[in-house]
Structure formats: C-alpha cells, structure tokens
C-alpha cells in the first residue's frame, strides 16, 4: 500500500513548480491588495464603469465624449479624475454595456467585484484547457496567474482575462466540434478587446474550418449593427476621435516591436510579416485545431501596434492549448524561457519576449506530428465528475 500511495505523488519538479508559483501568487495578491486601499481609483476598470454610467445617463451615443468623461470622473481624486490618451474610453460599445450592473457602485467595490469574477474566469478557463492532473491543471493556472503579464492585469482591473477565458471556452467547444457556440465566443471575444483576439478567427479560416468562421462573423455582424445603432453617425465619429488620441499616446505599443526598431515603417513590416507568418502556418498545420488556435493568438500579439504589458498574458492561452498535445521537447524548454521573459517585462525589459515570440513560431511550425494514438487520447472529452 505504501509504495502504490508513493507513486501517486505528484514529481518533485511539478510540486516545486506548484509551490514557487503559488508564493509568487501570494506576493501579488498583496500588491494588488495594496494598490487597491492605497489609490481606490487608480484601476482601469474605472474607464469602463464611466462610459456605462454616461450611457445610463446622457445616451449611448455619448460614451466617447471626453467631455462628460471628465465631468463624471471628475469627483474621483487626482488619479481617478485624469482622462488623457492613456485614460479614455476606446473599447467596442458592448465593452460599456457589460458594466451596466457595475455601473452605480462606488469605483472600489465595481473593481473588487470585476476582479473577482475575472480571477474565477480564469481558473475556470485554465481547468477546462489545461491538460493532465488535477495538480497538473492547478500548477499550471498557479503559473499563469504568476505571469506578471496576468498580474498586471489584474493590478489594473484590465479586460485581458475576460478576452482569455471567451477565447479558451472558444477552443474547448471547438475541439468537441460545437461550432456555433465557439463562433460566438470567438465574436464576444473580439469586441472586449480587438487586439488580442482578431487573427483568431483568419487562423481558423484559412485551415478550412470554416462553421466556426461564419457564426462568429454572423454574431460580430449583430453585434457591430447593435453598436452602430446605439452611437449613431456622431458617435461614431466621436468614436474615431478618442482612437485618434488614444494613437497620440507616446506608450500605445510598449510591447509591439517598435520597442526594437522605432515608430517606423521597420516596426511596421516586421508586425505585418509577423501576422502573415502566423496565418500561412495556420494553413500548413492546418490538420493541428491546437497550433492553428495558438497560432491565431501568437500572431494577434505579434502583430499587433497597440499593445501593454497586460496583453501579452493572452500567450498563457497558447501555451496552455500547446502543451495539451504532448509537445517535444525543444517545444516545452521554450516555454519555460518564455516565462522567464514574461517576468522580466516587470523590470522593463520588454525586448526579450519580442525576441522569443518568433522562436515560438518557428517551433509551432516545427513541432512534431503526435502518433495518432494520442491525438486521439488527448481529443477525448473528459469524463463528467459527480
């Protein structure tokens, strides 16, 4: 009995794993914990929960007026009172819509709240794409939520996670062929936050899956109606404007690659060969749903020209979605590189993830084809629980 109990243990890498993300965790659970009771409206969520209550009040088509975002933000100190470039509402209308429940709290309680319902999006995410154990699946939301990317996210009431988990629901009901439902999550995750999800569904298009595709655009269509129709002609505009300023922001893309070669055409260049890239080895692995849904999001980000330290964490869901299919060896040594980039974002150091997301191309173009055996092995839904 002692021996049989002995190998059931979890190995000592993967507890040590558990066990150093979980204490990384724990620190910044009391930095957010911190930054919450030090400067209450300092959180981003506070833009959000603006435009709802100027929609509530004034009428959808006023939620881009920076105006009455001043006048609202107004009573909410120094910091909650600032609308600038980096300060300013400039999410898709249905971003402000799902804050209405929010809307009349008080900013702490309405960030206290969306943090916790992101904190469980995640983990319900991480438990429904992660592959192995339960210990398995709970190291690897430990180490996920100990990203600083993901931390910062969270630290800032961002809208990183909830794109994440629209996105990992997305690939689960893709990979049991549910494609209606994943096309609308896929739509739903777009209109949270447009740069870290739009190459998703061109991913899934040029592999031939097309149902998925078509219900996603038929939901974006409604969506997008719904938008339009709510802001009319001047809201619209209004809503051209704020992007116009949000793109005067100095710091829009510290993590695009105009960190390594300047606001130029360069920059420019390598985002677009970027994304290409991504999407033409879309079509080669075309027979892979998991590298062509991780190279969809590897080439949202790496295309992408307005990005934070916030979004890279949208590559916790690539990994995760990798590592379910047994990947080589090359393959899971860099991602353990991978996270030690993330975490050197914290210091400023943004240049070495730049440098390891086309080495995390290159190998989800590389990576092996797993024996048919355990493709079959790792599609089986799993069991439903009592």
């Known amino acids: 009995m002692l021996d049989r109990s002995t190998t059931r243990l979890p190995p000592i890498w993967l507890s040590a794993s558990a066990l150093t993300a979980a204490i990384t965790v724990i620190f910044g659970v009391q930095r957010w914990i911190y930054h919450f009771t030090t400067d209450p409206y300092a959180q981003d969520v506070r ?13 959808w088509s006023h939620i881009y007026d920076i105006n009455l975002e001043k006048a609202v933000a107004a009573g909410f100190g120094p910091s909650g009172s600032l ?19 929010l809307a009349w709290m008080p900013i702490p309680a309405a960030y206290l709240i969306w943090t916790i319902v992101n904190v469980a999006a995640f983990i319900a995410a991480g ?22 990317p993901i931390h910062y ?38 209109f949270a936050k447009p740069q870290d999800a739009w190459l998703v569904p061109v991913a899934l298009l040029v592999s031939g899956r097309w149902r998925p595709v078509v219900a996603c655009a038929v939901a974006g269509a409604i969506l997008g109606a719904a938008s339009v129709a709510t802001l009319g002609l001047s809201g619209v505009h209004a809503w051209f404007d704020s992007l116009q300023i949000a793109r005067t922001n100095p710091f829009m ?9 300047g606001h130029n055409t360069v920059a420019t260049a390598a985002e677009l060969a970027f994304g290409l890239v991504a999407i033409g080895l879309a ?18 980000i790496g295309s992408a020209n307005y990005l934070h330290e916030d979004d890279i964490g949208m590559l916790v869901l690539a990994a995760w979605i990798v590592l379910r299919s047994q990947p080589s060896l090359q393959m899971k040594l860099w991602l353990l590189v991978g996270v030690v980039a993330a975490q050197l974002i914290s210091i400023g150091m943004p240049v070495p993830i730049l440098l390891w997301e086309p080495g995390f191309l290159l190998l989800l173009a590389l990576e092996p084809r797993p024996k048919r055996e ?5 599609l089986q839904p799993e069991p439903a629980t009592a």
């Open 127 to 148: 438990w429904l794409v992660c592959p192995g154990s339960r210990f398995a699946k709970a190291t690897l939301i430990l180490v996920g939520l100990a990203l600083w």
């Open 374 to 378: 355990a493709i079959t092995a790792t």
């Open 253 to 261: 893309g510290p993590l695009t690659y105009t960190s390594l070669f």
């Open 47 to 59: 833009v959000w929960v603006i435009a709802s209550r100027i929609g509530l009040t004034y009428g």
């Open 153 to 190: 996210q969270f630290w800032l009431g961002q809208w990183v996670v909830t794109t994440l988990a629209l996105l990992g629901v997305a690939w689960w009901l893709l990979d049991r062929e549910r494609w209606l439902a994943a096309g609308i999550c896929i739509a739903l995750a777009i």
């Open 83 to 101: 609308v600038d470039a980096m300060h300013i509402f400039v999410a898709p209308p249905p971003a402000a819509w799902v804050m209405v429940p």
């Open 283 to 300: 079509w080669y692995r075309r027979d892979r749903l998991d590298l062509v849904f991780a190279l969809g999001i590897l080439g949202t």
